[in-house]
């Protein structure tokens, strides 16, 4: 539905997007995640025409939208302070598209309170300041705002990131449920690794201005197509040769000691050796953080310290000096070219 | 790659050019070529160089002597201003004196008791004629009447109007001290002076800076004080260029004492900006904590302190309250100084509403500032929404180009207006202004610019960038976002500005005095008029009444603007 091809942008001598290319399908929950300066946001306003490329095309549906003006797009924008009107009710921030369409009056009224409703903002809560709606409720709004217009996408710019980490979990299962509701074609820019695996259909993560990857979520997560990707989601060790030998990886067909090797913190197992875990060896458990949910061991086997995650099923912790058997499954090793 | 666009003239690019040529115009106008001019007048007469001015400033006694009561009031002032200043922020902040509170409000009176009125308070207590002086008169005979005149007089005046700046900024800097690092000298066992002098003052040493500057430029241009006090002997610069500017042959003499005044004034503020740059002291503090004032230990210095504080008060508060009170009394209660029940009458105000010679200078007042302020709002909202928009050369030629009269003193760009449009000026239609009611209008609107500007820029730079692109976003154009969206949200700060500007206006003296039209003289020009002729007490209760609602409209315009703003951030809390 919306393609970028070949998207450059420039600031002066800087390229901040070098050769983006995007495909995003109808309905579909789409993330731009990367650390930042790494050109998320300047790829979603170029979708929304705040951004002139340099170089490259933007289209919808086949369309090309280039240069087409901002207001031309049809695009709905949920910005990262939401950039609700202060000065104005939650009645007339929803209805400021509309007015700016010179809608009839009595159609605009009709339209905003049945966003309302779909947002769950009841007539009262119209009738407020934005200033005394919740952080949960002026999201709402900005969403409502985004959406009563009926644009074809809804961009959304780091909306949760000025928020608390309770608010934050609670809104990104609103604003997924408001998505599904609507249907709507949804761009979304965060920072937030567990946002992005949690939210999106399908995830780009971005590095210096380029695109490393596009995937699902466990795409991501557990093929990542490159050492960034792999280093950037989620918390991972790295083997060092002397490892991979003294557990005798290097002899397994398809690892290669000599490259950038890789393994995730749930893949590793202290004492409980899965069915697939063919390595083991035996390691001194150095140090333990006690998360409730889970365990994480600090161990240190053949001169490497290794980080494991155990689900906590209740058993005896590990203590430091204790020793207990570390065993991997060695096709969950990530290799990448050094 | 970007398509070249055909270029074509729509509507707002025509609005964009229209704006472009009335600020090129203005500022070329009102604030380059009369100040030019005034440089060229001094350097340039009959079409050659000379230095002649020189040498008939260094010839003229007057002159001479002017420039060197300047020169030695602007740092004396700076050191008593300083000396009161910082004991009024230490008595209402710092330690702990019984009545804090009410010692403040007395000590905040100069905010809406000001300028040529406040100098008027003065003489009508410690004048030739003033209770003081009468009651001093009557005690020893032989006291001289005119002991109040001159320069200790001056400075005396000065001191105690020039303590504003420290009321609002010193106080603020003393407010933001971190309580926690008096509590870390105390437990290393500093002592109280110690702690005073070693890790609070250094702490206001920029703000205290900042307003000693400010306080040298207002010495070195007083004006009022030393004309209703100074008497023959001690006149400053400003009077001198007034006198001078008078008088067509000595016109260039004006403009040099003016250029002097702004060279000086430049500097001081040059240096003034690299003290700004230079920072002020931020605490590094994590929690930070507000000062908890300190009761004096020793109790002889405690009482000598109590001593010093309420006595400061009686100095601030007695002149407005004299004032107040013998506004509502009559003539002859004004003449014999013999205050008595039956003396009180409300006749001056009543006088004062029905006769078109006594409110009328009230009214041009009012409309010349009300005018102007509204003038100032518009030309100042357009300039800041160019400034958002330009970040380029000509935003920043376009903010330096209003900010001129911000480096300038009053005298000078006044002196300039007159000076210039005296004779037609093609850019100014060839019409002459000097000398209408127009070029005064221009002096109220220029003197208030840059103030208006540094802080409705600040204003409009504090707005997120997201609300303009969130209405683009929706379709709205520029000027309907302006509209809808930016303007209500800095509209309260537009209209404190706006208020603060009618007020300062309402009094002024120093521009009118240059600039006013003989049939319409402003409130500050009527005053010192009336001010002249001490003997005449109906001219007194006019005065003392014009005082009284100036007062009045200064603190409605005070509460408005820091009071009732004050109480919204605190419910906020």
């Known amino acids: ?338 | 790659m970007k398509e070249k666009k055909k270029f074509s003239f729509t509507p707002e690019k025509l609005w964009g050019i229209a704006i472009f040529v009335f600020f090129a115009w203005f500022i070329f106008a009102f604030l380059v070529f009369p100040n030019l001019n005034t440089v060229v007048s001094v350097f340039y007469q009959n079409g050659h160089f000379t230095t002649e001015v020189f040498t008939k400033l260094i010839h003229s006694t007057k002159a001479m002597r002017s420039l060197r009561n300047s020169l030695i009031l602007a740092p004396t002032l700076s050191i008593t201003v300083g000396f009161i200043g910082i004991s009024l922020v230490l008595i209402t902040e710092y330690f702990d004196i019984k009545g804090a509170n009410i010692l403040r409000l007395g000590y905040m009176t100069t905010l809406i008791y000001g300028g040529i009125i406040l100098v008027s308070g003065y003489k009508f207590i410690y004048g030739k004629t003033g209770i003081l002086t009468t009651l001093f008169a009557k005690i020893i005979p032989s006291f001289p009447i005119d002991w109040f005149e001159g320069y200790w007089a001056v400075l005396f005046v000065m001191t105690f109007a020039c303590t504003s700046n420290h009321m609002i900024f010193l106080r603020n800097a003393m407010r933001s001290v971190d309580f926690q690092t008096v509590e870390a000298a105390q437990n290393m066992g500093a002592s109280q002076f110690r702690i005073l002098t070693k890790v609070v003052l250094p702490v206001l040493t920029p703000s205290l800076m900042a307003v000693t500057i400010l306080t040298f430029i207002t010495g070195l241009s007083a004006t009022s004080a030393p004309l209703l006090v100074g008497g023959q002997d001690f006149q400053t610069i400003t009077p001198m260029i007034l006198t001078f500017a008078n008088n067509v042959s000595s016109r260039p003499l004006a403009a040099l004492l003016a250029l002097f005044l702004g060279v000086a004034t430049i500097i001081l503020l040059t240096i003034m900006i690299q003290i700004e740059k230079r920072g002020h002291y931020m605490s590094v503090s994590k929690v930070k904590t507000t000062i908890v004032k300190q009761k004096i230990r020793n109790p002889i210095l405690n009482v000598l302190a109590h001593v010093y504080a309420y006595l400061l008060f009686l100095i601030y508060v007695i002149p407005v309250a004299l004032v107040v009170l013998f506004s509502f009394t009559d003539s002859a209660t004004i003449a014999s100084k013999h205050l008595t029940l039956s003396s009180f009458t409300l006749d001056n105000y009543i006088s004062i509403f029905q006769k078109a010679s006594s409110y009328k200078p009230f009214v041009v007042s009012i409309a010349y500032s009300a005018i102007a302020a509204s003038f100032v709002a518009i030309i100042v909202l357009v300039a800041c929404r160019i400034l958002q928009k330009r970040k380029d050369r000509l935003g920043g030629a376009l903010e330096y180009g209003l900010l001129i009269p911000w480096l300038l003193p009053t005298t000078l760009m006044a002196l300039g207006l007159i000076t210039t449009y005296n004779t037609p000026r093609v850019w100014m239609f060839n019409k002459v202004l000097t000398g209408t009611s127009v070029i005064m209008l221009i002096g109220y609107i220029i003197i208030k610019i840059p103030f208006t500007l540094r802080m409705t820029k600040a204003a409009f730079f504090s707005l997120d960038d997201s609300l303009e692109d969130a209405a683009r976003n929706m379709g709205a154009k520029p000027f309907y976002t302006f509209m809808r969206v930016q303007l209500p949200i800095i509209l309260p700060t537009v209209l404190a500005i706006f208020a603060l500007n009618f007020n300062g206006l309402l009094g002024d003296y120093d521009m009118s005095v240059f600039m006013y039209h003989p049939l319409n003289k402003p409130l500050g020009v009527y005053i010192k008029s009336l001010t002249d002729s001490e003997t005449n007490a109906d001219n007194a209760a006019l005065t003392f009444v014009y005082a009284v609602l100036m007062m009045i409209i200064s603190a409605v315009v005070m509460y408005l603007v820091y009071g009732r703003g004050n109480k919204v951030d605190k419910s906020k809390d």
């Open chain 1, 1 to 338: 539905m919306i393609k970028l091809e070949h998207i450059e942008v420039t600031f002066g001598s800087f390229k901040a997007l070098k050769d983006i290319n995007i495909d995003i399908h109808e309905g579909e929950f789409f993330t731009f995640l990367g650390p930042s300066g790494c050109g998320k946001t300047t790829t979603l306003r170029t979708i929304t025409g705040f951004i002139s490329p340099s170089a490259g095309t933007v289209s919808v549906r086949g369309k090309d939208i280039t240069h087409t003006p901002i207001e031309k797009r049809n695009i709905g924008m949920v910005f990262q302070s939401y950039a609700l009107f202060p000065t104005m009710t939650v009645y007339e921030n929803i209805a400021f598209g509309l007015q700016v369409q010179k809608m009839d009056k009595e159609e605009i009224r009709k339209k905003v309170v049945e966003m309302g409703k779909k947002v769950d903002l009841n007539e009262e809560q119209l009738k407020k300041k934005v200033s005394e709606l919740s952080g949960g409720q002026q999201q709402r709004v900005a969403i409502a705002r985004a959406l009563v217009t009926n644009p074809e996408i809804i961009c959304l710019d780091e909306p949760l990131s000025n928020l608390d980490a309770k608010l934050r979990v609670q809104l990104r299962n609103e604003l997924k449920d408001l998505q599904k509701r609507f249907g709507i074609t949804t761009v979304y820019v965060t920072h937030d690794q567990e946002e992005a695996l949690t939210l999106s259909d399908r995830i780009a993560v971005f590095n210096k201005g380029v695109i490393e990857q596009i995937g699902r979520p466990d795409e991501i997560y557990s093929h990542s197509a490159t050492e960034f990707v792999c280093n950037f989601i989620g918390d991972i060790n790295r083997l060092t040769p002397e490892f991979l030998a003294g557990t005798g990886a290097d002899k397994v067909e398809g690892v290669d000691p000599k490259k950038h090797c890789y393994i995730r913190l749930e893949r590793m197992h202290v004492n409980e050796t899965m069915a697939t875990d063919t390595l083991k060896t035996e390691a001194v458990v150095e140090d333990y953080e006690f998360y409730g949910l889970y365990i994480k061991y600090t161990v240190r086997a053949f001169g490497q310290t290794i980080k494991v995650i155990e689900k906590n099923s209740g058993k005896t912790l590990y203590k430091k000096g204790d020793t207990v058997t570390l065993s991997y499954n060695p096709a969950d090793i990530m290799q990448y070219e050094g």
